[in-house]
């Protein structure tokens, strides 16, 4: 494993995810996968008040790809829909707190949770 990459915090995180599961009745659901890595995230949202009210995720990947997913879903809730809709590659990378600069192939793990947030909310009505 890359150290550079794979600091203390994100291999603490991939062993104990925050918000790791799924919701009975989602509100909102959505799902994606990397197929360069296979990694494959799925995230369930329950929205009150055009808020994140509860949101889970579940998937199987590298640990980048999963902490990325489990911040992310710690971040947004309580969240506005408005406001998580306008994330952007440079919020998850403070998210997740890893230089990819130096290893580019890991970008799209990271994102991935990104990408099914968007796509989530984007069935969103309020």
């Given amino acids: 494993m ?7 915090f ?3 995180i991939y062993k104990n995810p925050f918000n790791y599961g ?28 055009n808020k994140i009210s509860e949101i889970k995720f579940s998937g199987k990947g590298c640990a980048i790809s ?15 829909i ?10 998850i990378l403070n998210l997740i707190k890893v230089d990819l600069s130096k290893n580019p192939s890991r970008l799209k793990c990271a994102l991935l949770s990104l990408e099914v947030l968007k796509k989530a909310i984007s069935k969103y009505s309020s």
């Fill in 2 to 8: 890359d150290s550079e990459i794979y600091q203390d």
């Fill in 10 to 12: 994100i291999l603490e």
């Fill in 22 to 49: 799924k919701l009975d009745k989602p509100t909102l659901q959505a799902g994606s996968h990397n197929p360069l890595c296979g990694d494959n995230i799925e995230m369930f949202i329950n929205t009150k008040e």
């Fill in 66 to 80: 999963q902490v990325s997913a489990s911040l992310l879903t710690e971040h947004l809730k309580g969240m506005e």
């Fill in 82 to 91: 408005s406001e998580a809709k306008s994330l952007s590659q440079k919020d």
